[in-house]
C-alpha cells in the first residue's frame, strides 16, 4: 500500500477499493514500527489521523470527497496547529500548544488530507543536518549513520522512509531542497509569495517559504494544488490567478532550453555527483531539452551574505521569545533582567544562539551599513543574475547539494562548512525563485538530487520538466532496504 502515489491511492480510495481508516491505519503501524529507529516524527496524532479518517470515508462514500480526501500526509512541526504541541524542535517551545492552525494546515484540512503527525527538524529550522533539534537527531533512511539533512529533516525521512506519502517543508535557504536531495525524495520550494506563510513559525521573514514534498513531481503537483494561493493573513501573499500545477505534466520538452552555471559545477563538487548530475541532464537532453552554459557570478557572495541578512531576521524575529507571553520561563526568577536572561539562555540550543548573535551585531548602530546594508545590495545583484539568465534560458539546472548525506557528527563541530552545503539552494531563496530537488541516483546507496531552478512563478515549468525525467528513470519509485 505504501509503494503507491498519491494519485494512485486517491484513485483506488475514490473506487471504495480502500478505505481511509485502513490507509491511515497502515501508515500509523509504520509509523510505530520504523519511527524509533528514525526519529522522523515528534508528534504522532493517531486519535485525530482516525477521526479525520472516518470523516474522509464519509466524504468518500458520498461523492463529495476531492482528490486528496483521505491521503495521510504529515506537517513539519514549525507550522501551527490547533490543540497539538508545535514545538519548531526547541525547548523554548516544548510547552507551546498552537492555539489556531497555519494556512497552510488548515488549507491540507480542507482538502481532505489526514493528519498523521508533526515531523522533527533543525531548532527553529536553522541547520542542515537536523543535529540541532531538542528532540535529538533525524536519521537518514538510506543509511542510518548518514544525516537526512536539514532543516526539513524529518520531513524527508519520513516520507522516503514512506511512513508518509507526502510532507510540508519550510525553505529559508534550502531546507526542502536539501534533506529532499539527501533523502532521495521530490521537493519544492515555490516562488516566495505563492504559499501563505502564516501560522510558519518565522526564522528569516524575507527568505522563509512553505512547501510540498512527496516521492514525485507530479505528487508534488496535487500538494501545491492545495496549498498555494492568496491569503489576506500574510501581507507578503501574492494575489494571483489560481493555476492547476498538474495541468502541464506531460507537456513535451522539445527545445526547452536549460541553463547550467559554471558556478555550479565548479570547486567544492564531489565528481561522483557531478557524474550523476550531467547523466541526468543526458536524460533530459534526450527529452528535447538543449543544455547552454550560463553564468551566475555573484554566486560565491551568496552563503555569507545569507548569514548576515538570516541571522538579522533571526535576532528580530525570536526576540519575542522572552519568557513572558508563550514558551520556556526559567524558575523562579530573581528580577526581569534575569527572567529573560535565563529563560532565553536555557530555552535556545546553541546554533541559535549563534544567529541571534550574529544578527544582534550585524544590526548594531555602526555595523548596519557595512554587514546589513551591504548584504541587501548584493543580494540585488544576485538576483540581477538571475533575471539576466533568464533571458536566455527557461531553466536552470545544477546539483542540490555539493555532497551526498555526509555522517552525523561529521560536520557538527564546525559550523562554516556546514553552511557551505547550501552553496547552491541559498542564492534561490535570496533572489525569491521558485526551485526543486528531484532525485538522480545513488552514491554507495545515498541519493543525489538535481536541482532545477525557476523564474518567478516558473513551477508549472518546473514539475513538467522534473515530471518528464521521472516517466524515464525510477529513482524517485526507490524505497530504502529496510523500509
Ligand atoms: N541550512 C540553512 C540554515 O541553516 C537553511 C535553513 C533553512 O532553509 N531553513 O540557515
Not at 98 to 104: E, L, Q, V
Not at 232 to 242: A, G, Q
Not at 253 to 276: R, S
Request: hydrophobic content about 35%.
Amino acid at each position: 500500500m505504501h509503494t503507491q502515489s498519491i494519485p494512485q491511492i486517491s484513485a483506488a480510495l475514490q473506487q471504495g477499493q480502500l478505505s481511509s481508516v485502513e490507509l491511515t491505519q497502515h501508515y500509523l503501524n509504520r509509523i510505530e514500527r520504523y519511527n524509533p529507529q528514525l526519529n522522523a516524527f515528534i508528534t504522532v496524532t493517531d486519535e485525530l489521523a482516525l477521526a479525520q479518517a472516518q470523516a474522509a470515508d464519509k466524504y468518500l462514500k458520498n461523492g463529495t470527497a476531492g482528490p486528496l480526501t483521505g491521503i495521510p500526509f504529515a506537517h513539519k512541526d514549525i507550522f501551527c496547529t490547533q490543540g497539538l504541541l508545535t514545538s519548531c524542535a526547541s525547548k523554548m517551545l516544548a510547552n507551546f500548544i498552537a492555539p489556531y492552525n497555519a494556512t497552510i494546515v488548515e488549507k491540507c484540512q480542507v482538502a481532505g488530507l489526514v493528519i498523521l503527525g508533526k515531523t522533527n527538524m533543525d531548532e527553529f529550522a536553522m541547520g542542515s543536518s537536523n543535529e540541532t533539534s531538542y528532540y535529538g537527531p533525524v536519521k537518514n533512511p538510506w543509511d542510518l549513520q548518514a544525516v537526512p539533512g536539514g532543516s526539513s529533516g524529518g520531513s524527508a525521512s519520513a516520507v522516503s522512509a514512506r511512513l508518509t506519502p507526502g510532507a510540508t517543508g519550510t525553505d529559508t535557504g534550502g531546507s526542502i531542497r536539501q534533506p529532499s536531495a539527501l533523502c532521495g525524495i521530490t521537493g519544492l520550494k515555490p516562488t516566495y509569495g505563492l504559499v501563505s506563510r502564516y501560522g510558519m513559525i518565522a526564522f528569516a521573514s524575507s527568505l522563509d517559504q512553505g512547501g510540498p514534498m512527496a516521492h514525485s513531481a507530479e505528487e508534488v503537483a496535487w500538494l501545491l494544488n492545495a496549498i498555494a494561493g492568496f491569503d489576506p493573513r500574510d501581507s507578503t501573499s501574492l494575489e494571483r490567478e489560481p493555476v492547476d500545477y498538474s495541468a502541464q505534466l506531460n507537456n513535451n520538452l522539445q527545445g526547452l532550453k536549460i541553463g547550467l552555471p559554471k558556478e555550479y559545477f565548479g570547486e567544492g563538487l564531489d565528481p561522483a555527483v557531478d557524474t550523476l548530475i550531467q547523466t541526468a541532464l543526458q536524460e533530459l537532453e534526450q527529452a528535447g531539452a538543449e543544455l547552454h552554459s550560463i553564468e551566475l557570478p555573484n554566486t560565491p557572495l551568496a552563503v555569507p551574505i545569507y548569514y548576515i541578512i538570516a541571522s538579522a531576521e533571526c535576532s528580530s524575529n525570536l526576540s519575542r521569545y522572552d519568557g513572558v507571553r508563550y514558551g520556556y520561563r526559567c524558575e523562579e526568577p530573581q528580577d526581569l533582567m534575569d527572567l529573560y536572561q535565563r529563560s532565553r539562555g536555557e530555552g535556545f540550543g546553541a546554533e541559535v544562539k549563534r544567529r541571534i548573535m550574529i544578527g544582534t551585531y550585524a544590526l548594531s548602530a555602526g555595523y548596519y551599513d557595512a554587514y546589513y546594508l551591504k548584504a541587501q545590495q548584493i543580494r540585488r545583484l544576485i538576483s540581477n543574475d538571475f533575471a539576466q539568465a533568464f533571458q536566455k534560458v527557461d531553466i536552470i539546472a545544477g546539483p542540490t547539494s555539493p555532497t551526498p548525506a555526509f555522517n552525523l557528527g561529521e560536520k557538527f563541530n564546525d559550523p562554516v562548512k556546514m553552511y557551505l552545503s547550501d552553496v547552491y539552494t541559498i542564492p534561490v531563496n535570496l533572489a525569491g525563485l521558485p526551485a526543486l530537488s528531484l532525485p538522480v541516483g545513488l552514491i554507495q546507496q545515498r541519493p543525489v538530487g538535481l536541482q532545477l531552478i525557476g523564474n518567478y512563478f516558473g513551477e508549472p515549468k518546473l514539475l513538467n520538466v522534473a515530471h518528464q525525467y521521472q516517466q524515464r528513470t525510477h529513482w524517485h519509485q526507490l524505497t530504502p532496504t529496510h523500509f
